[in-house]
């Protein structure tokens, strides 16, 4: 199966700051089929982005993806308040589904 | 606006049956994907499988021989069943859709319930 590593595993800025998010895969993985989700204390994970650089419905433009193969990036350009959470890399390329272990956005 | 909420028991012996089950609203169950994901500190994220609406369904290889997914279309209810429990399995576990390409095989995951925590626990 596809191991992610995610980087780094916290990551402590303040807001209005950009953010870059790692995500790399232990083969590349096909087509891009790469999500991220983001997910606050008692709640659910939240779809991000999806084919790697696709917003999901009512994501904002701050969010961007990026990538291919191995190594996609999630970039926040300006952090909101809101945007203080865990972020998860999970692919859809190959079964089975995997994702990464997170990384935690904190603010400094 | 689909809105998918997790029901069941939030505590289950060893050796038993894990059952939970998902109602989804503000849409039909039919022509869609249903799958269960739970999330554990140990583990993290990890996804267990899936159904398609007309009851074909796709397992985690690592669990496939304990997990039964379930649609049922007339209650737009889907459900889990993992068998031969074990503190292991012990985890908050999701209900979400995933959505793609029919018979790609290859889904992401657009709605997910609140979850639901299960402890495995004599």
């Known amino acids: 199966e596809i191991v992610l590593t995610q980087s780094p595993g916290t990551l402590s800025l303040s807001p209005g700051e950009r953010a870059a998010l790692s995500c790399r895969a232990s083969?590349?993985?096909?087509?891009?089929?790469l999500a991220w989700y983001q997910q606050k204390p008692g709640q659910a994970p939240r779809l991000l982005i999806y084919?790697?650089?696709s917003r999901a419905t009512g994501i904002p433009d701050r969010f961007s993806g990026s990538g291919s193969g191995t190594d996609f990036t999630l970039t926040i350009s300006r952090l909101e308040p809101e945007d203080f959470a865990v972020y998860y890399c999970?692919?859809?390329?190959?079964?089975?589904?995997?994702f990464g272990q997170g990384t935690k956005v904190e603010i400094k | 606006q689909v809105q998918l909420q997790e029901s069941g028991p939030g505590l289950v012996k060893p050796s038993e049956t894990l059952s939970l089950t998902c109602t989804v609203s503000?849409?039909?169950?039919?022509?869609?994907?249903w799958g269960w994901i739970r999330q554990s500190p140990g583990k993290g994220l990890e996804w267990i499988g899936y159904?398609?609406?007309?009851?074909?369904?796709n397992y985690n290889p690592s669990l496939k021989s304990r997990v039964t997914i379930s649609v049922d279309r007339s209650k737009n209810q889907f459900s889990l069943n993992l068998s031969s429990v074990t503190a292991a399995d012990t985890a908050v576990y999701y209900c979400a859709r995933p959505v793609g390409a029919r018979g790609s095989g290859k889904y992401y995951l657009d709605y997910w319930g609140q979850g639901t925590l299960v402890t495995v626990s004599s």
């Open positions: 999970q692919q859809y390329g190959s079964s089975p589904w995997t």
């Open positions: 159904s398609y609406s007309d009851g074909s369904t």
């Open positions: 084919g790697a650089s």
């Open positions: 503000g849409g039909s169950i039919s022509n869609y994907y």
């Open positions: 083969q590349s993985v096909s087509s891009s089929y």
